[in-house]
């Protein structure tokens, strides 16, 4: 099964949607946030107790060369470790070039239900 994904622009929207998903019995460990901005991400993740894309997500290879890879390269690697394909992986990540975060979910279905 493919993740949820969805694009924000605003942070607040943003972790307003993440506790009704969580209010819906979706375990938080399903739950990711992912951007260009490392602290924007981890400010997220912790305001809403959710995770960030890291080492356990990753296969051990793709959590070695993280570090010395470019941040887009290490962006479209966490993706395609979490489940999307090369192609979404890249627009994806255009789209965090653009000032975008993303809220993922993964191991649910019908998350959209929550956000309505």
């Known amino acids: 099964m493919k993740p949820f994904i969805k694009a924000y622009e605003n942070d607040e929207k943003l972790q307003e949607d993440i506790k009704k998903i969580s209010g819906n019995n979706v375990k938080d460990e399903d739950i990711y ?11 997220i993740a912790k ?11 990753m296969d051990t290879g793709d959590a070695v060369k993280a570090p010395f890879e470019s941040k887009g390269d290490e962006l479209r690697t966490k993706l395609q470790n979490i489940g999307f394909d090369e192609s979404e992986s890249k627009n994806y990540e255009a789209e965090m070039d653009k000032g975008k975060v993303f809220l993922i ?5 019908n998350v959209e239900q929550f956000l309505i």
């Open 33 to 43: 946030v992912l951007s260009h901005d490392d602290d924007r991400t981890k400010r």
């Open 47 to 57: 305001n809403t107790g959710i995770n960030t894309i890291g080492a356990k997500e």
């Open 105 to 109: 979910v993964t191991n649910s279905e």
